[in-house]
């Protein structure tokens, strides 16, 4: 669906103060900057200079080409407004056409984006996990992808690296860094959830896999713009839900449980491989999911959460 | 379900190593940040008589193995090796009884479950399971306490927080006050910084101070170690740094041997560059580091040799040059100080007052120009005055003063050019600033000299508007002035007559 001009900003201010109320450990891309990423489309949008914002049902956010967008003219924000006037010349003349008036838009948009924090389209670090000592190369490699289909993502992952023709870190200096094949490793599998990364890794040679954790941001959910009425029932006035997935598969889970009311559901087929995995290769499994609902979506959060027989979070949020 | 357990004994003599009680905050917060929440909010609350130290985060929580394993059991910590966390022994949590608590309530909930522990005075604890899903770990430290006391408490639970955790790359709100800030090293207007391996290491003059930091988490801050360098404060942030058990000390280990190379390093070469270019550049902070260089301490050789004080004329002199020597020195490039320098005078101009105090540092005496000297400016339009002149050259004529002629002049040194109505001089452009009394002899010997009026001064231009109706009384008032020592009170004092019988 396509939203325009003022309400367009309307929703990116609601969607932008559940991100804010989320309080999220560093397992997410922080909401924070996410809000503030998402807050930069309110003056394009508002003053034309976008057609108009969509928004993907799967996610309730803009669609990765709007936040791209927003990096792409950060990235000339400074060498486009070294060469226009003034904000305050151009304001004062924006009267005289709709041209002028553009371009003021133009410059107030520019500015706004160089001073904020933008959510980046992809990042990957990686540190030592523990002392040198340790046979191999302990390492934990956090990787931010902004996905075409699932939006933002973010991988932690914490592995050992033993001999291997093709490892996926080397050691550099005191320090470990990411090689080729592990960047390449996590970007084909931002969209696949944790479990099936953990397993990618477990398969590379010399690999022991300890934890993957994947979290997402989405969906969110805005009465009179995007409320699944199937599954939290009709939409209290103002109200607004954001869920904030979590999966995590790891060596050191004392068992597993599925706390996401979205949860994939997994074939019988493919879920029997997945539990002789995790028998061979000793990890579990937990989905969790964090909610942030305005006081009028509380209840219908909480009584969907229940509805599903999962235990989750629900942040209050404005 | 609940269960008592009693917390060893053994803790009790470690939780009083700790220094100060409110160093539980750093344990807790130390936690909170290692169980990956990005902020974490302190909040000191006060209700019937009892006063609640509340430590929020958003991190990962704990699960019912996590609490009896890790938040219970002494020296069990599950960090132990884990480069990516910053505590090591486990006895983070049991700080919080160094405040002697009556209640501590521990509010946490992880992979589903949800945890409440409640920690009794003796130390013993119960864990209840709650109904409500929870997520990151909140820690109620709770005492009775009047309220009288509340803002010396949260004053200092402020304090200890800003003291340990400033550095930290988390948000930390102390009653929604946030404190976090960039990593700096403070009190040092020069400084350079340097990265070796994973630390980051800042080095700047000033009174020698140590900070040494685990991911911005403070371990240490205080006067450096005899190996550290003179006259220099550093910072070293590394997570690869050690503090002792008792957190008031940095273990001298292979990664502060590291740190401290780089801190010489820094110090040897890139920081006493830095201190040469802000010479160069004339950065205040530069000459207020040489004002304040310690007597008995000697200057790096880089920074005395450098071009630090300016001439009148505009070439740059170092501090060697200047170091044990008289030398005059003048607040601006005016004129004065230009024609002193033009006489072959070494004027040194000190625009800023910390140039001024630097000179005065390094030289044996620094003698302000403007107490004594004068500087004779273009003169001005001599036929507006020449009625005022011939009748003062008659008066001092008549009193067999040995008078060559009398000049019209503008002065240009501020100070005198209000004092003095009237000066003699010798013809030199320069001189030292004398009334006229002393000067004009009378005696055979004597030689004639002139004697200037200075325009400038606001008695002369009354005088002026007289001398058209009466230049002899003009004269006698004129000459009265000259006659008075410029120190004289009683100067001031005609002066103020003058003024006022000459308005209007």
Known sequence: MNLFGADARAWLARAAALLRGARLSRDWPDPRVLAEHLMAMALPVERGLWDALAVVPATGLPPWTAWQQILSERDGAERVLAHLADGATLAAEAHRSPAHARLADRHAHLTTLCAARLAPAE?????????????GAPARAVFDKLDAAAGFVRLTVDLVQGEAAEPLVRPEGDGLVATPALRGLLYRSSALDAELVFLQLAAREGVTVERVVRATVGPVWLAGILWPSDLLGP????????????????????????????APSVGADALAERQAARARLGYAVHHDRRLVATPSAVAAAKAWCQAAGTRNVVRVGR | MSQDFTVDDALADLVQQFADPFACLRELIQNSLDAGSPQVDVNVLWADGVVTLEVQDYGGGMDRQIIEQRLTRLFSSGKDGDLTKIGRFGIGFVSVFALQPDAVVVDTGRLGESWRVLFKRDRSF??????????????????????????????????????????VDAEITVDGERIDRAFELADAPLQVCGQVGEQDVRVGYGEPWAGFYNKGLTLYEGPPDDSAPAQVRFAISGRNLEHTLTRDAVVHDAAWAQGMAEVKRLAAGPLVARWVQALRDREPAAFELLAGWPKGLSLPDAVRDAPAFTLAGGERRAVAKVQGKAVLRSTRADGLARVMAADGETVYVVEAPAQASALARWAE??????????????????????????????????????????????????????????????????????????????????????????????????????????????????VKLFELDRDDARLATDLALFEAATKG
């Open chain 1, 123 to 135: 990042a990957l670090d990686v540190v030592r996990l523990r002392a040198p000592a340790e046979a």
């Open chain 1, 235 to 262: 939409p209290p006035a103002d109200g607004g839900i954001a869920g904030f997935g979590l999966q995590t598969a790891a060596v050191d889970l004392p068992h597993g449980r599925v706390d996401d009311p979205l």
């Open chain 2, 126 to 167: 119960v864990r209840l399971a709650l109904d409500e899903p929870l997520d990151g770990t909140c820690v109620r430290i709770m005492k009775a306490l009047p309220e009288a006391e509340l803002p010396a408490l949260r004053a200092r639970a402020r304090e200890a927080v800003v003291k340990w955790c400033r550095f």
């Open chain 2, 365 to 478: 005496k620094a003698t302000d120009v403007a107490d004594g000297w004068l500087y004779r400016g273009d003169p001005p339009a001599a036929a507006s005055y020449s009625a005022l002149a011939r009748a003062v050259e008659a008066l001092l004529g008549a009193r067999g003063a040995k008078l060559a002629a009398v000049h019209p002049v503008a002065y240009e040194s501020p100070r005198d050019t209000a004092r003095l109505p009237v000066i003699a001089a010798p013809a030199g452009a320069t001189w030292a600033a004398r009334s006229g009394a002393t000067l004009l002899g009378q005696g055979f010997f004597d030689r004639r000299r002139d004697v200037w009026i200075n325009v400038g001064h606001p008695a002369v231009q009354a005088l002026l508007a007289v001398a058209e109706q009466a230049p002899e009384f003009a004269a006698y008032g004129l």
